[in-house]
């Protein structure tokens, strides 16, 4: 059994957000720094930089410098552990309605003997 | 086909999932009203689930333990919220402790069965609703253990034939 590391809620927190889902978006090609990234939202740069900011802590993006210029990059791994949480329930409802499924097949069979 | 739709929403914590069978509402109904049905889905085959009490109405308790291959057994509940027999069933599942009483250190997650007849055939819809990811971590790693495996295997052989079966994806 293992328990959540307590930094899960800080992840889903982070894109809980429209704007953050979208920088995390462009992030995945990393090719955009923080103030070409800030030329896409009707926001100041500074709340574009706070939004970014909380993505990094949440481990979302990191900055990596490329020359003079900070490119903001998704971590992919971590939108990979989001996704997976969700793969892992479906899984478990999965077998669920399929046992189901073989319950109620079971009933149509031994109508038909 | 039995699963037919599944959304997910990462930001919102929450899975819908829609299946469909080839059953009337009310047979459906059963294998959520009859604790002996119940028993033989709920829990995978190496943690098969034993029900204890079982009072499905509005404020009423469903209790459960499931017992593992070295005789080791975790217990669960389900606080009915909401019952509207054959078409509507609404609970929280939480975890217990070895005596039966809820355990207030484990996540509690809301579930909503939804049963419908579309062309002859009944949906169920069920929508899972967690608090937290953390809580549905924890609900994971307890509803799946290492079950998980053994059962898509047998789900498998069941389904022979079947091309959507639950690992083809």
């Known amino acids: 059994m293992q328990i959540a590391p307590p930094d899960f809620d800080r992840m889903f927190g982070a894109l809980a957000d429209a704007t953050r889902r979208d920088i995390v978006r462009r992030a995945i090609v990393g090719e955009e720094g923080v103030a070409e990234l800030a030329e896409h939202y009707p926001m100041s740069f500074a709340a574009v930089q706070k939004h970014i900011a909380i993505l990094e802590r949440a481990g979302m993006v990191t900055k990596e410098r490329i020359g003079r210029r900070k490119v903001v990059r998704a971590n992919l791994e971590r939108l990979r552990v989001a996704r997976r949480l969700l793969d892992q329930y479906e899984e478990l409802w999965r077998g669920r309605v399929a046992r189901m499924t073989a319950l109620v097949t079971d009933d149509t069979k031994e109508q038909n003997r | 086909m039995t699963v037919t739709a599944v959304r997910k929403n990462p930001e919102k914590l929450t899975m819908t999932l829609d299946a469909e069978f080839d059953a009337s509402p009310e047979r459906v109904w059963q294998l959520w009203a009859d604790p002996r049905q119940l028993e033989r889905w709920w829990g995978p085959p190496t943690y ?3 029900v204890t009490a079982h ?3 509005s404020g009423g308790l469903v209790e459960y333990h499931m017992t593992g291959p070295e005789g080791n057994q975790s217990h669960g509940y389900w606080e009915i919220v909401d019952v509207d027999a054959p078409h509507r069933i609404v609970f929280r599942d939480g975890f217990a402790n070895e005596d039966g009483t809820p355990s207030s250190d484990m996540p509690i997650n809301e579930v909503r069965v939804m049963i419908s007849e579309v062309g002859g055939q009944t949906r ?15 609900v994971i790693a307890m509803g799946m253990e290492e079950g998980l495996r053994e059962a898509v295997g047998q789900i498998d052989a069941i389904l022979a034939g079947d091309v959507t079966s639950p690992t083809a994806r």
């Open chain 2, 48 to 50: 098969p689930a034993t």
């Open chain 2, 55 to 57: 009072d499905l109405r």
């Open chain 2, 124 to 138: 169920m819809s069920i929508e899972s609703i967690f608090p937290s990811a953390a809580a549905m971590e924890q």
